[in-house]
């Protein structure tokens, strides 16, 4: 068969688009996020049009403006109610904004901020042929020892691109813990990793050192998405969908609609805990949490101190709640009760009822094992101090205290 006939079977088969519905993204909701990736575009154009001597004070003003305003634009939200009573999903279900991403999105701008002031110090290390340097290459293009990068030390040049970098790297880690299906949780990793790589690579002292430090950490971080997208795929093929409500659904089994290309796999949970383990596996290097830390000290004692800290402190906050809640899920499906939380993503009833200062709904499908707990008013908690008895190993013990 040819591919023409081929191209025509496929293009006779599905059924014609009529319109494309535009994508509906609230902008007021995403305004941290948002804010900080303008920024980042706007430090790109300053390395590219303001002259050189007025770079280092122009993106420093750029990004400290950035970050507070996004600090600003995130404070806002939460007293608006969107942490509590308010909280919904966001971009097309792509974006989380509630208490928890608030919260994480807050302290991650709080980490950068200081990260940010560390960047620019130029007065703890000696002045260099009558100019103030910082912890980073004059001229990070230069071959280390070269000819050409004693020519910049000694013009006074400074990596003022590494402003830019940083407000990127923070852009990931927002989108990060607000991420509501693993393509875009993916995305975020990689958008705040690469920028990583590049920034461990920038030590003015010990150059080869700080290149060796950027060249595995970007190597092994390469492996640790590796392991991530697989772990990603996986779950697609148990779930049929990317979405935290969906696979929660499969893992409850109250999903309604099956795809028919994937009606052999869905449900199966060895998909479920092969490719959970594969994606906190990823999770787990970039917190550097152990057995996964073996990339941490030569990355840490190669990059600039600066970074150091900033990775140590931002890189901890941003993976800590989807780590969390992967582990959550994964082992509250093998106890039998499935998805974060009770069986519940950000998008489900639950999820809702957890941000809501309101009492808990009791149509709420989630509750449906605690509520039969406690029917029974011999279960309820006593009021009172319970008292240990230590029973004998006799068979006649009475059932009832005196």
């Known amino acids: 068969m040819s591919t023409a006939v081929v191209h025509s079977l496929w293009t006779t088969a599905a059924d014609p688009i009529s319109k494309i519905d535009a994508p509906k993204i609230e902008y007021a909701q995403l305004s941290p996020t948002l804010i900080v990736v303008g920024a980042a575009v706007v430090g790109i154009l300053v390395e590219a049009f303001v002259p050189r001597k007025s770079r280092y004070h122009t993106q420093l003003f750029v990004s400290v403006v950035a970050l507070v305003a996004a600090f600003a634009a995130v404070v806002a939200l939460a007293a608006d109610g969107y942490g509590t009573t308010k909280a919904h999903i966001a971009a097309m279900g792509a974006i989380a904004v509630d208490g928890p991403a ?232 093998c106890a039998g009760t499935g998805g974060r939380s009770c069986g519940a993503s950000r998008s489900s009833p639950c999820w809702a009822a957890r941000s809501s200062p309101s009492p808990r709904p009791t149509s709420s499908g989630c509750w449906r094992t605690r509520r039969s707990r406690t029917r029974d008013s011999s279960l309820r908690v006593s009021s009172r101090p319970r008292r240990t008895v230590s029973r004998p190993s006799s068979s006649t013990w009475p059932r009832t205290r005196s």
């Not at 290390?125 to 290459?137: I, L, Q, Y």
């Open 102 to 333: 608030l919260f994480l999105q807050g302290t991650i701008l709080l980490s950068a901020l200081v990260g940010l002031f560390t960047f620019a110090e130029r007065r703890l290390d000696p002045e260099t042929h009558g100019n103030r340097v910082d912890s980073f290459a004059a001229q990070a293009a230069s071959v280390p020892g070269s000819d050409s990068e004693k020519a910049a030390v000694k013009a006074g040049f400074t990596t003022t691109e590494v402003f830019p970098l940083l407000l990127f790297a923070v852009a990931g880690m927002l989108v990060f813990p607000a991420a509501n299906d693993l393509l875009t949780l993916f995305i975020a990793l990689e958008v705040f990793s690469l920028p990583l790589y590049l920034l461990c690579a920038l030590a003015r002292r010990k150059r080869l050192l700080s290149q060796e430090a950027a060249v595995k950490y970007f190597l092994l971080g390469s492996f640790a998405s590796a392991f991530t997208l697989f772990g990603i795929a996986l779950l697609y093929g148990y779930a049929g969908s990317v979405s935290y409500a969906t696979i929660a659904q499969v893992v409850d089994g109250t999903v309604t609609n099956v795809s028919p290309a994937l009606a052999d796999t869905m449900g199966n949970d060895a998909l479920l805990l092969i490719g959970a383990a594969m994606i906190v596996m990823g999770l787990l290097f970039k917190v550097g949490a152990v057995p996964f830390h073996m990339w941490t000290p030569d990355v840490y004692q190669g990059a600039p101190t600066p970074v150091t800290g900033f990775m140590a402190a931002a890189t901890k906050v941003a993976p800590s709640e989807p780590c969390c809640g992967s582990c959550t899920s994964c082992c509250r499906a």
